[in-house]
């Protein structure tokens, strides 16, 4: 069995937050960090990578309070940095330089959305408010970045530890299926849609509600989407909305049809499942548990991987929520309003909580994009937002790892202003595959 490369860290700091950053920054460099033990009363040889964390010395990391469970403000560090993307920005400032593993930590824990802010009118913490859209580097996997940096670092210090672990770009497609049908198991809202569609002018959609049968509903696209992941080899999660409609912004049929367990039946023994908690949970986190056992039910199987529904969740009170219900993966870590990498980061990684003080047994696992925020947020044609996806794609390449994005099986439907988004996911997946030829199914 391979033994990971052992860097041996002599320092004062034994705060949890030290600790929870080695065990993430480790993990994606393949070392494993391990302290000093000046105590020991037993012989033991000198270790070949011994470093030093806020001590004297050449071979030293800077320290900053952050990680001795100070508080910290990147107002100051950030006031005279303007984008620049050949260096990262310059967070948790020491007289000695930047504590890279304090800034890790800053934006793995999410420590600004602990801080006063104004919500947006779904009780987020929007892009905007955070310091990676404000100061320009959401767009970019800074933690990658300054864990690659560390990784340098190591090796010019040691020329003979082994190279930092490489992985590729791999693309994760996710989908969070709100509404399997447009047309179909829609009761009395379907008819009142319908009505709307011809007064305000939407006649052939308005029809169609009434007459276009259920194989030619433009939301039921699960057909198409599976046809490309057998084309790519592709692994897809599918987030399924089974609430019992508490909320309107909750639009799944309820009770669920038996058409839809069958297809969510189906999909399971193939692509990755989970529970697409609704929109009142954030209000109401008793309706976990409720929903959790609903598609439980259905599947005839656990279910511990979960996103929430319009991206809505509080740090630390959701999450917490999502452990107690037996959540186990949660993959929320985006933002509605921007692209990019609301955590620094495109690799998975444990949800530690600020407030307690501790890593949790929550993994997250961030998305790059999502398709609502290309075209509705961002006001992207298709063409451009293939363009934006890309782009991300090309940023993180060096970095490796999961690139995830975050679709909707309603999302290419022309009736919905979705026109040449079909014709422009097709490409999309070629291109992050890395096959051109993509096929439609």
Same mark, same amino acid.
């Given at each position: 069995?391979?033994?990971?490369?052992?860097?041996?860290?002599?320092?004062?700091?034994?705060? #949890?937050?030290?600790?929870?950053?080695?065990?993430?920054?480790?993990?994606?460099?393949?070392?494993?960090?391990?302290?000093?033990?000046?105590?020991?009363?037993?012989?033991?040889?000198?270790?070949?990578?011994?470093?030093?964390?806020?001590?004297?010395?050449?071979?030293?990391?800077?320290?900053?309070?952050?990680?001795?469970?100070?508080?910290?403000?990147?107002?100051?560090?950030?006031?005279?940095?303007?984008?620049?993307?050949?260096?990262? *920005?310059?967070?948790?400032?020491?007289?000695?330089? *930047?504590?890279?593993?304090?800034?890790?930590?800053?934006?793995?824990?999410?420590?600004?959305?602990?801080?006063?802010?104004?919500?947006?009118?779904?009780?987020?913490?929007?892009?905007?408010?955070? /310091?990676?859209?404000?100061?320009?580097?959401?767009?970019?996997?800074?933690?990658?970045?300054?864990?690659?940096?560390?990784?340098? =670092?190591?090796?010019?210090?040691?020329? %003979?530890? *082994?190279?930092?672990? &490489?992985?590729?770009?791999?693309?994760?497609?996710?989908?969070?299926?709100?509404?399997?049908?447009?047309?179909?198991?829609?009761?009395?809202?379907?008819?009142?849609?319908?009505?709307?569609?011809?007064?305000?002018?939407?006649?052939?959609?308005?029809?169609?509600?009434?007459?276009?049968?259920?194989? =030619?509903?433009?939301?039921?696209?699960?057909?198409?989407?599976?046809?490309?992941?057998?084309? /790519?080899?592709?692994?897809?999660?599918?987030?399924?909305?089974?609430?019992?409609?508490?909320?309107? /912004?909750?639009?799944?049929?309820?009770?669920?049809?038996?058409?839809?367990?069958?297809? @969510?039946?189906?999909?399971?023994?193939?692509?990755?499942?989970?529970?697409?908690?609704?929109?009142?949970?954030?209000?109401?986190?008793?309706?976990?548990?409720?929903?959790?056992?609903?598609?439980?039910?259905?599947?005839?199987?656990?279910?511990?991987?979960?996103?929430?529904?319009?991206?809505?969740? &509080?740090?630390?009170?959701?999450?917490?929520?999502?452990? &107690?219900?037996?959540?186990?993966?949660?993959?929320?870590?985006?933002? %509605?309003?921007?692209?990019?990498?609301?955590?620094?980061?495109?690799? #998975?990684?444990?949800?530690?909580?600020?407030?307690?003080?501790?890593?949790?047994?929550?993994?997250?696992?961030?998305?790059?994009? @999502?398709?609502?925020?290309?075209?509705?947020?961002?006001?992207?044609?298709?063409?451009?937002?293939?363009?934006?996806?890309?782009?991300?794609?090309?940023?993180?390449? #060096?970095?490796?790892?999961?690139?995830?994005?975050?679709? /909707?099986?309603?999302?290419?439907? *022309?009736?919905?202003?979705?026109?040449?988004?079909?014709?422009?996911?097709?490409?999309?997946? %070629?291109?992050?595959?890395?096959?051109?030829?993509?096929?439609?199914?």
């Amino acid at each position: 069995m391979y033994e990971l490369p052992e860097i041996t860290i002599r320092t004062r700091i034994r705060h #949890p937050r030290f600790r929870y950053v080695l065990k993430v920054v480790g993990a994606d460099l393949g070392y494993r960090f391990r302290f000093y033990n000046e105590r020991s009363v037993l012989p033991r040889t000198a270790p070949e990578f011994l470093i030093t964390y806020g001590e004297a010395g050449d071979r030293n990391l800077p320290a900053h309070p952050l990680l001795c469970g100070r508080s910290y403000d990147p107002g100051d560090d950030l006031a005279n940095w303007r984008p620049d993307h050949l260096e990262p *920005p310059p967070l948790c400032q020491t007289s000695e330089g *930047p504590d890279l593993l304090a800034a890790i930590f800053f934006c793995l824990s999410r420590y600004e959305e602990y801080q006063p802010f104004t919500p947006d009118a779904h009780g987020r913490f929007p892009a905007s408010a955070s /310091h990676a859209l404000r100061f320009g580097f959401l767009d970019r996997p800074v933690v990658r970045e300054w864990t690659a940096a560390i990784g340098r =670092r190591l090796r010019s210090w040691f020329p %003979g530890l *082994p190279d930092p672990r &490489r992985k590729p770009l791999i693309f994760q497609p996710s989908y969070d299926i709100d509404l399997l049908w447009a047309f179909q198991y829609r009761g009395w809202r379907g008819y009142a849609s319908g009505i709307r569609d011809v007064l305000t002018g939407e006649f052939a959609r308005g029809i169609k509600r009434f007459v276009a049968p259920a194989r =030619r509903d433009p939301y039921q696209t699960l057909p198409f989407l599976e046809g490309i992941h057998r084309d /790519h080899g592709l692994h897809p999660t599918y987030f399924w909305l089974v609430s019992d409609r508490t909320h309107t /912004h909750d639009t799944n049929p309820h009770p669920i049809p038996e058409e839809q367990r069958t297809w @969510m039946r189906q999909l399971a023994a193939s692509a990755t499942t989970g529970l697409h908690p609704s929109y009142a949970t954030s209000d109401r986190p008793d309706l976990i548990g409720e929903e959790k056992a609903r598609i439980e039910g259905i599947l005839e199987a656990s279910v511990d991987r979960s996103r929430q529904h319009f991206l809505r969740f &509080r740090l630390p009170d959701t999450y917490r929520q999502l452990l &107690r219900q037996g959540i186990r993966s949660d993959y929320t870590m985006g933002y %509605g309003d921007a692209i990019g990498w609301r955590a620094g980061t495109n690799l #998975p990684f444990p949800w530690y909580d600020l407030e307690r003080e501790k890593e949790t047994r929550l993994t997250v696992y961030p998305f790059a994009a @999502m398709d609502v925020t290309l075209r509705s947020y961002l006001g992207l044609s298709a063409g451009e937002a293939e363009a934006e996806v890309m782009r991300l794609f090309a940023v993180a390449k #060096p970095h490796g790892g999961p690139f995830m994005l975050l679709w /909707h099986n309603s999302s290419f439907a *022309p009736e919905y202003g979705w026109g040449g988004w079909k014709e422009m996911y097709v490409r999309l997946v %070629g291109h992050l595959t890395g096959s051109e030829s993509a096929k439609t199914g």
